[in-house]
């Protein structure tokens, strides 16, 4: 439960579409999808190792679980294995790996 709990929280705040590829670097991949204003997207990583990936967030990005606001400057995100973060940002803006 103490890893599945996180990530069900992450995807249990993203709304109930369904989400585009946007972005590919090895096991992680990153997803999004506009709806009711806003864009939505998440990152995740799909293999058993931790990673960290650079990642330049729109203007205007929360993180939906913690409320943490994301400038639009390039930073590293670390991914523990099969760890999922959920966002949302200013609709049409997307998420760049």
Do not use: C, H
Not at 25 to 43: E, K, L, N, T
Not at 61 to 78: H, N
Request: aromatic share 10%; no cysteine.
């Amino acid at each position: 439960e103490d890893v599945l709990v996180p990530w069900m929280r992450a995807f249990r705040a993203l709304p109930a579409v369904r989400m585009a590829e946007t972005g590919r670097i090895g096991d992680v991949v990153a997803r999004q999808a506009d709806f009711d204003g806003r864009s939505y997207f998440y990152v995740v990583n799909t293999g058993k190792d931790e990673t960290t990936v650079k990642v330049t967030f729109p203007a205007g990005t929360k993180d939906l679980v913690s409320g943490e606001a994301r400038s639009a400057v390039p930073a590293d995100l670390k991914l523990a294995p099969y760890e999922l973060r959920s966002f949302s940002a200013p609709k049409g803006q997307p998420i760049v790996l």
